[in-house]
Nanobody, 126 residues
């Protein structure tokens, strides 16, 4: 069982930055692909970014070149640095984990996700 706790959400103006953190429980964090999804009001949950156990990263086109996902396996923590924020980035952001075992599985779609965090609100205002 893995528990994920997000922090760092809040309100920011257009063009601003926020950094989300996700602390994971468990001793096998390094064997999990980690990532972030988001859900805006009235919209489906969507993939944002993911990071493989070895540091390889994946991004949705809508956030590429603005967001950076990273992980610190020693701290059991994954981060999402969000720069140049836009109003359309407003959403609840969820930290997710996918058990990769000895492979390379990462959470790129909702069906890949084994564990979800409780979510943290990000609001971007103009």
């Amino acid at each position: 069982q893995v528990q994920l706790v997000e922090s760092g959400g809040g309100s920011v103006q257009v063009g601003g930055s926020l950094r989300l953190s996700c602390a994971a429980s468990g001793r096998t964090f390094s064997r999990y692909g980690m990532g972030w999804f988001r859900q805006a009001p009235g919209k489906e949950r969507e993939f944002v970014a993911a990071v493989r156990w070895d540091g390889r990263t994946y991004y949705a086109d809508s956030v590429k070149d603005r967001f950076t996902v990273s992980r610190d396996n020693a701290k059991n923590t994954v981060y999402l640095q969000m720069n140049s924020l836009k109003p359309e980035d407003t959403a609840v952001y969820y930290c997710v984990a996918a058990n990769a075992g000895w492979g390379y599985r990462v959470p790129l779609i909702a069906n890949d996700v084994d564990y979800w965090g409780q979510g943290t609100q990000v609001t971007v205002s103009s």
